[in-house]
Nanobody
Framework: QVQLVESGGGLVQAGGSLRLSCAAS????????MGWYRQVPGKERELVAG???????NYADSVKGRFTISRDNAKNTVDLQMNSLKPEDTAVYYC???????????WGQGTQVTVSS
């Protein structure tokens, strides 16, 4: 089993910054790519940013240049630095890990990010 625990959400004014952190525990040797997703009520969960074991990253167009994803494989953590936040970034943010042996995925419990205008 692999467990993910997020932290760092909260309320911030537009233009501000937040940093989300996700810590993995359990059978962490199974973890491949990790990422951050977000979801607002009535909409599907969407990928915000992903990062491979080797550090390759990908971002949603809406956050490119504002958000940065990073991971520490030794500590089994993945962070999301969010700058220049906009009200449309308001959502519940979820940490995700793709697992191997066997292939599956695991989600964190989610953390609320609210950006006020």
């Amino acid at each position: 089993q692999v467990q993910l625990v997020e932290s760092g959400g909260g309320l911030v004014q537009a233009g501000g910054s937040l940093r989300l952190s996700c810590a993995a525990s359990g059978n962490t040797f199974r973890i491949n790519a990790m990422g951050w997703y977000r979801q607002v009520p009535g909409k599907e969960r969407e990928l915000v940013a992903g990062i491979s074991v080797g550090g390759s990253t990908n971002y949603a167009d809406s956050v490119k240049g504002r958000f940065t994803i990073s991971r520490d494989n030794a500590k089994n953590t993945v962070d999301l630095q969010m700058n220049s936040l906009k009200p449309e970034d308001t959502a519940v943010y979820y940490c995700n890990a793709e697992l191997r042996l066997p292939r599956s995925q695991v989600w964190g419990q989610g953390t609320q990010v609210t950006v006020s205008s």
